[in-house]
């Protein structure tokens, strides 16, 4: 593939910034620090159609054409083959979550069918890109330096997806912790691109 789609990793996380940005302008009284990201597209928001034509769709597309681009690196070995293929299960995830909205209330104790679809191509985002990174961690193709970089990313992350948590259940600053492990995550793939494209 065209080493210009190595930089679809970096690309992606850019957009996705803007897109969530611009999204919310349409959503009146939107908190990025008390909502998730998802609530843009749940259903019955004002942002219900507009928020996975702006910001899934095309993101699922660059997702997937830079883990295709990891798959066909040379040499591309298991651990590329792993990074890229869960990449690529990410990008499809990001898509299946826009498509199947999720309820307007995030605490409903009975979701709907679309909102438990939703919550499990969420859990696919997120694991998705837990996997990449831990594939790559110890390939001896890659830096000490990107190795403690891919240790860093996955440990925050991490600490951030236990604060989300209880910032769920607390219904404080839940949407402000979602962002920062989700963030933590996307640094990854935007080092990750960078990388390749200085190679």
């Known amino acids: 593939m065209p080493e210009i789609f190595n930089?679809?990793?970096?690309?992606?996380?850019?957009?996705?910034?803007?897109?969530?940005?611009?999204?919310?302008?349409f959503y009146p009284g939107y908190s990025h620090t008390q909502q998730f990201v998802s609530?843009?597209?749940a259903i019955g928001s004002p942002t219900q159609k507009l928020s996975p034509r702006l910001n899934n769709y095309p993101l699922s597309v660059m997702f997937c054409v830079f883990g295709l681009s990891v798959c066909d690196l040379h040499p591309a070995g298991i651990s590329?083959?792993?990074?890229?293929?869960?990449?690529?299960?990410?990008?499809l995830a990001t898509a299946v979550a826009g498509f199947y909205?999720?309820?307007?209330?995030?605490?409903?104790?009975?979701?709907?069918?679309?909102?438990?679809?939703?919550?499990?191509?969420?859990?696919?985002?997120?694991?998705?890109?837990?996997i990449a990174p831990l594939a790559l961690m110890f390939s001896p193709q890659y830096s000490h330096g990107f190795q403690l970089f891919s240790?860093?990313?996955?440990g925050l992350s991490v600490a951030f997806l236990v604060a989300t948590a209880k910032a769920y259940q607390s219904r404080n600053?839940?949407?402000?912790?979602q962002?920062?492990?989700?963030?933590?995550?996307?640094?990854?793939?935007?080092?990750?691109?960078?990388?390749?494209?200085?190679?």
């Open 7 to 25: 930089t679809f990793g970096f690309i992606s996380v850019i957009y996705l910034i803007i897109g969530v940005a611009i999204t919310a302008k």
């Open 39 to 41: 609530e843009l597209a």
């Open 80 to 91: 590329e083959w792993i990074a890229g293929s869960s990449i690529i299960v990410h990008g």
């Open 101 to 130: 909205s999720m309820d307007k209330d995030p605490y409903i104790e009975t979701p709907s069918v679309s909102g438990q679809i939703h919550a499990l191509a969420g859990l696919l985002v997120m694991v998705s890109l837990f």
């Open 151 to 154: 240790v860093l990313c996955i």
């Open 173 to 177: 600053n839940a949407g402000l912790y």
């Open 179 to 199: 962002r920062l492990s989700y963030g933590a995550q996307l640094l990854w793939l935007a080092g990750f691109s960078l990388l390749l494209m200085m190679r």
